[in-house]
């Protein structure tokens, strides 16, 4: 299991930006795809960013709605995964969790979930 716990959340102004990172602890990480997933109050938990494990080239994905405004990287060194946001609107409130998938050669998955970090940008 890995263990992903989020830091640099907080209260930024519309146009603002701020930079959210996880760190992750466990075995075979850099094998991991990682990323960030949001969930507003009264929503669903919605993807936001991911990025691929070296044996992927560390491919990114972003939602659309995310796409040009925010950037995910990953340091493999330090088993960490960041997420800057610029451009920040108010509807990007929301908690932000780290998140971790592992897929096995079985086939089997394992997910992991960080604690949240909270997002709240005001207009």
């Known amino acids: 299991q890995v263990q992903l716990v989020e830091s640099g959340g907080g209260l930024v102004q519309a146009g603002g930006s701020l930079r959210l990172s996880c760190a992750a602890s466990?075995?075979?990480?850099?094998?991991?795809?990682l990323g960030w997933y949001r969930q507003a109050p009264g929503k669903q938990r919605e993807l936001v960013a991911t990025?691929?494990?070296?044996?992927?080239?560390?491919?990114?994905r972003y939602a659309d709605s995310v796409k040009g405004r925010f950037t995910i990287s990953r340091d493999n060194a330090k088993n960490t995964v960041t997420l800057q946001m610029n451009s920040l609107k108010p509807e990007d409130t929301a908690v932000y969790y780290c998140?971790?998938?592992?897929?096995?050669?079985?086939?089997?998955?394992?997910?992991?979930w960080g604690q949240g970090t909270q997002v709240t940008v005001s207009s």
């Open positions: 990025i691929g494990s070296v044996t992927t080239g560390s491919v990114t």
């Open positions: 466990g075995s075979g990480v850099s094998f991991n795809t």
């Open positions: 998140y971790s998938q592992r897929v096995y050669g079985s086939g089997s998955i394992m997910n992991s």
